[in-house]
C-alpha cells in the first residue's frame, strides 16, 4: 500500500529554469495539496486540487507558480523562471475526499536554485 | 495566519510522558484539532485529531478542554526516536476547502 509518492527527491535549478514536481497520491486518493516549506519555517498552503479542478489556490504566488492535477497521471507543481527565494521543500499531501479526517504527506522535494 | 499557539521548543526524558501543550483561542465550533510531527525534514506525520472530546490511538492521547480554547498532546512514554517539530492545526474550512494553517510547532528533544 504505497504511500503518497514525489519525485524527484532532490532538484537542482539555476536561475531562470524551470521546475517541475510531480506527486502522486495514495491510490484511492483524489483529493491533492501543496505545501512549501522555508527553513526553520513551518509549512506554507499553496494550493488544493481535486481531479481536473484547481480547488483552492490562495496560498500560490501570483506570478510564476501553477498546479495542475490531471484526469490521469500525477499532479504536477510547475515553477517558471526559477529564482533563489524559490528554494524550499515542497510537500505534496493527498486525502481521500474532500472531509476525509487526515492528509498524508509525502517525502518532499528539496528545490535548490543556485 | 495560524489559529494556534504553541511553546517553540520542549524538553522530555526518555520514558517519561511529553506532554505538548496548544492554545486555539478562536477555535469555532466545527473545526477539528490535528497533530502532526516532523522527525528532521521529512514528510509531516499524521499523529490524532479531535473535536470535543478525549482521543486516544496507538500514538498518542489528546485531551481537549472543554471550552475547546486549548488542548494537550500527550506521548505517554516517550522514546529517542519521538525527538521531533509537533504541529498542532486547526483545520480550517472556508469556502468549502480543509487546508491546514501550520504554525511554527513545538520542537521536542527527548533526552537519554
Known amino acids: 500500500n504505497a504511500g503518497v509518492m514525489q519525485n524527484p527527491r532532490h532538484l537542482v535549478r539555476r536561475r531562470g529554469q524551470e521546475a517541475r514536481l510531480r506527486c502522486s497520491p495514495m491510490?484511492?486518493?483524489?483529493?491533492v495539496y501543496w505545501y512549501r516549506q522555508l527553513p526553520e519555517e513551518g509549512l506554507k498552503f499553496m494550493v488544493y486540487?481535486?481531479?481536473?479542478?484547481?480547488?483552492?489556490e490562495s496560498g500560490m504566488p501570483k506570478e510564476r507558480f501553477s498546479a495542475e492535477f490531471p484526469k490521469e497521471g500525477p499532479s504536477i507543481l510547475r515553477i517558471q523562471q526559477v529564482v533563489r527565494g524559490d528554494s524550499a521543500a515542497y510537500f505534496c499531501a493527498s486525502s481521500h475526499r474532500e472531509t476525509s479526517y487526515e492528509q498524508y504527506f509525502g517525502p518532499g522535494t528539496r528545490l535548490t536554485v543556485t | 495566519d495560524a489559529k494556534t499557539t504553541q511553546p517553540p521548543s520542549m524538553d522530555c526524558a526518555e520514558g517519561r510522558a511529553a506532554n505538548l501543550p496548544c492554545n486555539h483561542s478562536?477555535?469555532?465550533?466545527?473545526?477539528?484539532v490535528y497533530w502532526y510531527r516532523q522527525i528532521h525534514s521529512q514528510g509531516p506525520q499524521y499523529i490524532i485529531h479531535g473535536l470535543k472530546n478525549n482521543e486516544t490511538n496507538e500514538m498518542a492521547s489528546l485531551i481537549i478542554t472543554e471550552d475547546r480554547k486549548s488542548s494537550t498532546l500527550i506521548l505517554p512514554h516517550a522514546t529517542l526516536r519521538d525527538t521531533a517539530v509537533y504541529y498542532c492545526?486547526?483545520?480550517?474550512?472556508?469556502?468549502?476547502?480543509?487546508?491546514?494553517?501550520f504554525g511554527t510547532g513545538t520542537r521536542l528533544k527527548v533526552l537519554a
Open positions: 491510490k484511492g486518493h483524489s483529493h
Open positions: 478562536t477555535i469555532s465550533g466545527n473545526e477539528y
Open positions: 492545526i486547526v483545520r480550517v474550512a472556508p469556502g468549502g476547502t480543509y487546508k491546514y494553517i
Open positions: 486540487l481535486q481531479k481536473e479542478n484547481i480547488i483552492d
